[in-house]
């Protein structure tokens, strides 16, 4: 699922591009072209905000890295400093 992710990521400003050159005038983009590029970077940003809020650690704490313990993997994790 990962590897399909990211494929769609690669492709996706190819097929921008030839959808742009596709629908695209001698004038240039049209106001909707423009606005639907300010939306998904707006979408964009936002998310990357999100994320950056979500996934990270709290305050006053270290990473750990995964490693292994007894024979097994413990996951990586948060621990105090």
């Known amino acids: 699922m990962l590897r399909l992710v990211e494929l769609a990521l690669f492709l996706s400003p190819f097929v921008f ?4 050159r596709a629908v695209g005038t001698d004038g ?3 106001i909707k072209v ?5 939306c998904v970077l707006a ?5 990357l905000v999100w994320l950056s809020l979500h996934q ?3 305050p006053g ?6 490693h292994l313990e007894d024979g097994r993997i ?3 994790h948060a ?3």
Do not use: H
Not at 17 to 20: E, G, L, N, S, V
Not at 43 to 47: E, K, N
């Open 61 to 66: 704490t270290a990473y750990a890295p995964a």
């Open 28 to 30: 240039g983009p049209s």
């Open 17 to 20: 591009f030839a959808i742009w």
């Open 56 to 58: 990270a650690l709290p």
């Open 79 to 81: 621990v105090p400093r």
């Open 43 to 47: 979408l964009l940003a936002g998310t």
């Open 34 to 38: 423009v606005l639907a590029a300010a």
């Open 74 to 76: 413990v996951s990586g």
